[in-house]
Structure formats: structure tokens, C-alpha cells
């Protein structure tokens, strides 16, 4: 029988099918750009290039998305946020995270841009661009 996780693979104590899980198959929405920063990294980790591509804002989102089979994503830390409440149009989230590739350990570290787009937060790009 398989064990129930009680940590969502964002880092947050959820169990991912009640958490990131639910905003991947469209069940909920994400309330806050933190929240989709969290439920994004946890695309990658899932490799659900589609949610990747959904919750990108139109005027920067690429035609297609091809995930690195050689990449695994090992942690999310949230180093800040500014705006991307529930009362916000636009926000930042910088975030740290962790991966090996190849073996080799490594991080990715941004400070990316969200906005509401038709009422949904997506992601932009990585500030200062």
C-alpha cells in the first residue's frame, strides 16, 4: 500500500493531491501568487508541462515547453513576496529552488513577476526584465 505524503512537493503540510495536485487538474484556483509560484515549481517536479503552459500570462507564454528528463527538482524555499494577495492585480515572489542534474547539485534562484490575467494569477517572467 503506498504511503500517504503529508507534505505537498511545494513544501507546504498538505498532502499534494489536496494542494498543488488540486490546482494541476483544474480543481481549484490558485488565491495568490505565492500559491501559483508553489503550485508551478510542483509542475516542474511532476512534469505536467501543460499546467506549465496554462498558468503562464499569454503575452509571454512560449508556443511549447520541453522539461529536461536529466533535471530533478529537490526543494522550494520562498525567500519573498510583494503584493499577490487576493486583493492584488500583480506581485513578486522571489524563490531558491534546489535540483540535480545529472547527478550535480544546483539552484535556481528568481524573483518572478505575476499578474491576473482574465481573473487568475499566471506567471510573467523573472523581474527586472
Avoid at 506549465?52 to 508556443?63: D, E, F, I, N
Wanted: net charge negative; hydrophobic share 30%.
Amino acid at each position: 500500500m503506498a504511503k500517504r505524503t503529508t507534505t505537498c512537493l511545494c513544501g507546504l503540510p498538505a498532502p499534494y493531491a489536496d494542494c498543488c495536485g488540486s490546482l494541476h487538474a483544474g480543481r481549484t484556483s490558485a488565491t495568490t501568487a505565492e500559491q501559483l509560484m508553489r503550485s508551478r515549481y510542483s509542475a516542474f517536479v511532476v512534469r505536467d508541462a501543460a499546467y506549465l503552459l496554462r498558468s503562464w500570462s499569454s503575452a509571454t507564454r512560449p508556443p511549447e515547453l520541453h522539461l529536461d528528463d536529466d533535471l530533478e527538482w529537490t526543494g522550494l524555499e520562498i525567500l519573498s513576496s510583494t503584493g499577490g494577495s487576493p486583493f492584488h492585480t500583480e506581485g513578486t515572489v522571489e524563490f531558491r529552488a534546489t535540483y540535480k542534474a545529472d547527478g550535480t547539485p544546483g539552484d535556481q534562484h528568481e524573483n518572478s513577476r505575476f499578474i491576473r490575467e482574465n481573473g487568475s494569477w499566471v506567471y510573467v517572467e523573472p523581474q527586472g526584465r
